[in-house]
T-cell receptor, first 117, second 112 residues
């Protein structure tokens, strides 16, 4: 178990540029989640995948954000035309499939810290 | 939409004192999870509660899920400096099988 891996660890970019982050989940996990976390707040759900299918997307998620998981393994999160308010830590997590009312523990990566100049 | 609130936002204790954080959801939850995030780290899963009124213990940590499945608490007995970090509750509603809604967390500092 090598854990959830995210790349890059830090990204600094100018406002208006596009950025893309990558997440490699734990290999046997079929669920993958993206969250955004700002200072002093809990992780905010963005979207999640079961295998390659994107099953849920936050209503708060602007259409500038798009996520993919083309082969059901790694995932990418792209932000187009970045704005100052996009500055945050972007966390990826993975888990096994849930059963009934019980969920599965989510395993988080170390995140990508995005800073918009 | 679903909201999860945690109190207090900060808690400073002397080593050896007890600590409790409370979590309240605006809607009934199917289950609740607790995570710990050390400074500079990522959230790490602690436990999951599923049943109404459930109580689980992990060494010095005691977790409770309310009878109405809308609130939860985490109690740490005799805190140690290794308990320092932010404790988050995260709830899942019955209408969303994947989405976890996190509280804003309680930041615990422990003075030796």
């Amino acid at each position: 178990d090598t854990g959830v891996s995210q790349d890059p660890r830090h990204k600094i970019t100018k406002r208006g540029q596009n950025v893309t982050f990558r997440c490699d989940p734990i290999s046997e996990h079929n669920r993958l989640y993206w969250y955004r976390q700002t200072l002093g707040q809990g992780p905010e759900f963005l979207t999640y995948f079961q295998n390659e299918a994107q099953l849920e997307k936050s209503r708060l998620l602007s259409d500038r954000f798009s996520a993919e998981r083309p082969k059901g393994s790694f995932s990418t999160l792209e932000i187009q035309r970045t704005e100052q308010g996009d500055s945050a830590m972007y966390l990826c997590a993975s888990s096994l499939d849930s059963r009934g009312t019980g969920g599965q523990p989510q395993h988080f990566g170390d995140g990508t810290r995005l800073s918009i100049l | 939409g679903q909201q999860v609130m945690q109190i207090p936002q900060y808690q400073h204790v002397q080593e050896g004192e007890d600590f409790t954080t409370y979590c309240n959801s605006s809607t009934t939850l199917s289950n609740i999870q607790w995570y710990k995030q050390r400074p500079g780290g990522h959230p790490v899963f602690l436990i999951q509660l599923v049943k109404s009124g459930e109580v689980k213990k992990q060494k010095r940590l005691t977790f409770q899920f309310g009878e109405a499945k809308k609130n939860s608490s985490l109690h740490i007995t005799a805190t140690q400096t290794t308990d320092v970090g932010t404790y988050f509750c995260a709830g899942r509603s019955g209408t969303s099988y994947g989405k976890l809604t996190f509280g804003q967390g309680t930041i615990l500092t422990v003075h030796p």
